[in-house]
């Protein structure tokens, strides 16, 4: 006992000075560098501030105070209270928030590293073999490409629960339970994608360790130690569910897609790496899952020797498995043709038999095929029939990558499956939230890494001139490829602190690639920001910046209905005192401060003015909706679904039009336009006319339309219902045509009504 407590504590020694050195001279300057870059780690900082400052799960705690006066922002992104034993007691005894996250960001390294060795350890019994895991794990290359995301490096938690399953399974003691459940909630707490992707990687466990009749009564507890980690989970879930339900917010199938790993992202490395940053076949957003040469080959090592073993034990339908190996190939054959040849079909005597268009079934089929054949070999059947965790952590750690290439894999952008088990796992209630399916690769890491240690131990088990270097060899291997370039230290914005008695802060210009600085000083001068960055934007947000870029007076007013405002201005991004001139030249602002570097307004409150009537009214019966672009989708405007939509399929140019066709003539007094999820997609200049015959049109209503969406998005966030009111007049037609321009997003329409009776 006391000689393996002295190998974890060598261990534990070894990969803190590694992790020292990766990212030296981080270590010297805690509290005044940000390591990566200027954007998460900012966001990170301040939401590790703000879990130290407010007791969490309170209802001060939802609403951070960004977006103001969005309610409930914190839904909007991570919390990370899975870190907050970390950092709290760190800003609680008076370090700041930026020393608390490099704190958070440096343990990371050796702490995911010692994880892994133990479940390593526990699992083979050898040190070497669980060095092995330890480093193929807290340095494995896909790490240096999430730099920038310590809640997706604070992954320590994972190696800890699977340990708990593989010790109760062991010797059936409850503290491992304990163990299990509770580090399964502290991972769901630290990255709300792991919630999801670990408990994956759980139910696989359990079906390759736990499976038998014998084993229903454990199961069945470890069962009822996970609802009870899911329970205590609860709060925090349900409160994400009803916030961000309550905005109608969710990631839409062409989000997840782009941040999906491809198949080809194997070799794509992360740019930082010293060896392999030149590997790069794809280029996809977070997309840098390259393995390592050096962990591939000891896993194929170490499977292909002890599957030739275990075929040899045991026997198998080895028949069975080559008749689907072949039909596998002959699948991949024919996925193959219409890439080659074109679309095709098989129609003898008028009789279609085959019809292949797309290589996605075919080859979905193939892959299919090429499972069963797995499942079937001697080799495999015998290592679930062992148990062999070497097999489950290899099998395992396939999976994960498949699930890493989202609910529509692609090879070099080309889609190559028909339906993926991303896509099943999108059924999931709040699963249709996460939006980076490539984060699976963590878990696939993870298996590799619990595979390598393994993959060691059994080759070094046989009598061979080498097995006493292979363990030396393989952790220097992984060391030389996951050894990165330098790592860039920035410096953290300078403070700015608040110059008059103001109910919130507007710091200028509003985009989202800057408004991190502001959100980060607030952390010192704790005035609630209108500004904002999140994982989702509050809908005002869009508004507000297109309102301010375009210099609109008005829109200061309304701010200035919430109270005195504290506005701050840029000299670094104001060089023609555009924003200056635009600020000052209002009648309620008033310079309080200026230095070279920045000017500070004072904003005096102005009286409210009466919200806008939004109709409750259903509206008349559509019976059609054309469109100047995008005719088929014109149905989807009038369907009763806020997620369908209409839209300009590119950016909205003048010209773009919608005519509704009412079949008969009404008394018509408005148009309800829906913009829903899609906020940023509103009419920048619209015109409403209306028709009895088609031909000649009466104007009705027309101006932009950015300030009435900035005063709805705080009433009706969920639908954005954009509402325009006219005498009644009879007309059987409306016309709605944009005017405005935008070189970015689109016009939609989730939902359209006609008003009148």
Known sequence: ?????????????????????????????????????????LLNSWLIAWNARVMPLTERWWNVPQFYPAQGVTAFSEHLLGIAWLTTPIVALGGSALLAYNVAFLLSFPLCALAAHLLGFAISRRNDAALVAGLAYGFAPYRMSQISHVQVLSAYWMPLSLLGLHLYFRDRRSRWLVLFAGAWLMQALACGYYLFYLSVLVVLWLLWFASGRDRWGDVGRVVVSWAAAALLMTPVAYGYWKIQHAYGFRRWPDEIQSFSADVASLLRAPDSLRLWGWLNVIDKPESALFPGVT?????????????????????????????????AVIAAAVSATPVLFGPWRLEPFGVRLLSVSTPQKPLSVAILLAVLALALHPSVRAAWWQRSALAFYSIAAGVMWVMSLGPAPTLLNEPVLYKAPYAWLMLLPGADGIRVPARFWMLAALCLAIAAGLAVAYLTSRRTPWRRALPSVVCVGILLEAWPQPMLLLPPPDTRPSHVRAVARLELPVMPTRDLIPLYRSIEHKLPLINGYSGYFAPHYWYLRHLLDHHNPAVLTRIAELGPIEVVIDHADDADRAWRSYIAGHPRAQLVYEDAAYSAYRLARSEATPSAAISEERGLPIVSVSASVNNDLGPAAFDGDLISRWHTGRPQAPGNAVIVDLNQPHAVNGVVLEIAGYVADFPRELYVETSSDRLTWTPAWSGETALIAFSVAFERPRTMPLSFTFLPRPARYVRLRQEGSDDVYYWSIAELRVLGH
Do not use: C, E, K
């Open 295 to 327: 962990v591939l080959a000891v896993v194929l090592a170490g499977v292909l020797a002890a599957s030739a073993r275990a075929a040899r034990l045991r026997g198998g339908r080895l028949r069975t498995a080559r008749v689907s190996l072949v039909g």
């Open 1 to 41: 006992m006391r000689r393996s407590l002295r190998a974890v504590g060598i261990a534990a020694v070894l990969y803190f000075a590694l992790t020292v050195a990766i990212t030296w001279p981080l270590l010297l300057h805690p509290s005044s560098v940000v390591p990566g870059d200027l954007g998460d780690p």
